[in-house]
């Protein structure tokens, strides 16, 4: 069952400029994770987040995580064309058997 | 990095058909992967989780019988879509996670399947 909200859902912005898109989850969880999703693909993990932690980087990615407002933030910044793509948040609930439960994505759009 | 091959990627078949979908972790062992299906510009639903050696465990809503899991060895997990119809057209993804990873890691997708039934 899908959990999370991504908003907005979709994203236009142009070549240089920083994109954020956002995340709601509803349950405790172990972990929180990001993919990303070309377009007719499969999903490349981008970065994981442990409940414990606040802010994580990775590049130009930068992802917090605020447990008590069940919420999280991806930041791509300098964004390419080559960011084009859907990208969603994932959860890794307590107690989930191990398994993830995917927001609703964000369609990203960067414009040369 | 871990790599999940996915085959066929794209399949069109007739109404009435069985079409059988395979998932292969191609350099480690995944002891559970999971089958997704995903309508166009929607995320993933996750509808079973197939367990090496076992039965699978179907999400709620998700026909076992219509969509038959197999999981015989710790590379290859298969999804066979019986006697599908149109409204069982859709993109299926699988993924995996590496026997014994910890809790924290990641999932490894296949580049998913679009099926089209006419």
């Known amino acids: 069952s899908q959990q999370g909200e991504e908003d907005p859902q979709a994203l236009s912005i142009q070549e240089g400029e920083n994109a954020t898109m956002n995340c709601s989850y509803k349950?405790?969880?172990?972990?929180l994770q990001w993919y990303r999703q070309n377009s007719g693909r499969g999903l490349v993990h981008l970065i994981l987040?442990?409940?414990?932690?606040r802010e994580k980087h990775s590049g130009r990615l930068r992802v917090t995580l605020d447990t008590s407002k069940k919420s999280s933030s991806l930041l791509i910044t300098a964004s390419r064309a080559a960011d084009t793509a859907s990208y969603f948040c994932a959860t890794d609930a307590l107690g989930s058997a191990r398994q993830l439960t995917f927001g609703s994505g964000t369609q990203l759009t960067v414009l040369p | 990095g871990a790599v999940v091959s996915q085959h066929p990627s794209r399949v069109i078949c007739k109404s009435g058909t069985s079409v059988k979908i395979e998932c292969r972790s191609l350099?480690?062992?995944?002891?559970?992967m999971f089958w997704y299906r995903q309508f166009p510009k929607q995320s993933l639903m996750l509808m079973a989780t197939?367990?090496?050696?076992?039965?699978?465990?179907?999400e709620q809503g998700v026909e076992k019988d219509k969509f038959l899991i197999n999981h015989a060895s710790l590379t290859l997990s298969t999804l066979t879509v019986t006697s599908a119809h149109p409204e069982d057209s859709s993109f299926y993804i699988c993924?995996?996670?590496?026997?014994?990873?910890?809790?924290?890691?990641?999932?490894?997708f296949g580049n998913g399947t679009r099926l089209t039934v006419t």
């Open positions: 993924s995996a996670r590496e026997q014994g990873g910890l809790v924290l890691s990641p999932l490894h």
């Open positions: 350099d480690f062992q995944a002891t559970t």
């Open positions: 987040i442990r409940s414990n932690e």
């Open positions: 197939s367990n090496e050696g076992s039965k699978a465990t179907y």
């Open positions: 349950t405790s969880i172990n972990n």
